[in-house]
């Protein structure tokens, strides 16, 4: 995949780059690929190089001693992850990146944007902008973990994965995700078993249509009610 400057005006922090620092910022950056399943990097590295994904989707996972493990986001073309480095010197990665398909990804010297930062106040706002985003977003979570029921927060975590990356299935009705049960249980703070049993009873109902690793949507409008406590 042949990347151009024009490309990396999606990503939030380089949207007021000029067309000399894209290109400077593509020339120190090289492709890396990886197959579904793998890892860009582990929780507890060296935070060496920040990312930009350009094709497939990972989530960031953060896991305890314990080994239980929580989703905190999905990323997905043209967003950046990774970028603790160039913020902090020596800092490590908060959480593991791990491929939900194959996908690839320019890595950029956290050094080498650290010290663009210096020059350059558009990347420091737009960074600043990026990380407030995250901010609200762990937020709403949090509120949600601390104020709804467990069927509140899998209808909420599926409403907003199909807003962010459903696809209208060409074949049969309904919006298409690709993402197992297992993934909805670590981005809602609940376990296997009770994400299995909550899918199963909406599959019943007609609500939803589960596959091997893939959720479909039939029917969002019962979604909401249950993400509204509407349904019990």
Same mark, same amino acid.
């Given at each position: =995949?042949?990347i151009s400057?024009?490309?990396l #005006?999606?990503?939030v922090?380089?949207q *007021?780059?000029?067309d000399a620092?894209?290109?400077?910022?593509l020339?120190n950056s090289?492709?890396? !690929?990886?197959?579904?399943s793998?890892?860009?990097?582990?929780?507890?590295?060296v935070a060496?190089y920040l990312y930009?994904l350009t @094709?497939g989707q990972? #989530?960031l996972?953060?896991?305890?001693?314990n080994?239980?493990r929580?989703?905190l986001?999905t990323i997905y073309?043209w967003?950046?992850?990774?970028?603790?480095?160039?913020?902090?010197?020596e800092?490590?990665?908060?959480?593991?990146?791990?491929t939900?398909?194959?996908s !690839?990804?320019l890595?950029?010297k @956290?050094?080498f944007?650290h010290e663009m930062?210096?020059?350059?106040?558009y990347?420091s706002?737009?960074? =600043?902008?990026?990380?407030?985003s995250?901010i609200?977003e762990?937020?709403a979570r949090?509120?949600?973990l601390?104020?709804e029921?467990?069927e509140?927060?899998v209808a *909420?975590?599926?409403i907003r994965?199909?807003?962010? !990356?459903?696809?209208?299935?060409?074949?049969?009705t309904?919006?298409?995700l @690709?993402f197992s049960r297992?993934?909805?249980a670590?981005?809602?703070?609940?376990?296997?078993?009770t994400v299995s049993? %909550?899918? @199963?009873d909406?599959? &019943?109902?007609?609500?939803?249509k589960?596959? &091997?690793e #893939?959720i &479909?949507?039939? !029917?969002?409008?019962d979604?909401?009610?249950?993400?509204?406590g %509407?349904e019990?």
């Amino acid at each position: =995949m042949n990347i151009s400057p024009q490309d990396l #005006k999606q990503v939030v922090v380089f949207q *007021n780059a000029t067309d000399a620092d894209l290109h400077l910022i593509l020339k120190n950056s090289i492709t890396r !690929s990886i197959e579904e399943s793998g890892y860009f990097f582990f929780q507890g590295d060296v935070a060496e190089y920040l990312y930009i994904l350009t @094709s497939g989707q990972i #989530k960031l996972m953060q896991s305890n001693p314990n080994g239980q493990r929580v989703n905190l986001r999905t990323i997905y073309p043209w967003q950046m992850f990774g970028a603790l480095g160039a913020v902090r010197a020596e800092a490590t990665y908060p959480a593991s990146a791990q491929t939900l398909e194959d996908s !690839s990804a320019l890595a950029i010297k @956290s050094e080498f944007l650290h010290e663009m930062i210096q020059t350059r106040p558009y990347i420091s706002f737009d960074l =600043m902008n990026l990380m407030t985003s995250y901010i609200q977003e762990m937020q709403a979570r949090y509120r949600e973990l601390a104020t709804e029921r467990v069927e509140q927060r899998v209808a *909420n975590a599926l409403i907003r994965l199909a807003g962010q !990356s459903g696809i209208k299935s060409t074949k049969e009705t309904g919006i298409e995700l @690709s993402f197992s049960r297992q993934d909805v249980a670590e981005m809602t703070g609940t376990t296997l078993y009770t994400v299995s049993r %909550l899918l @199963s009873d909406w599959e &019943r109902k007609g609500i939803i249509k589960t596959g &091997r690793e #893939k959720i &479909r949507i039939i !029917s969002p409008h019962d979604l909401v009610r249950i993400a509204d406590g %509407l349904e019990k």
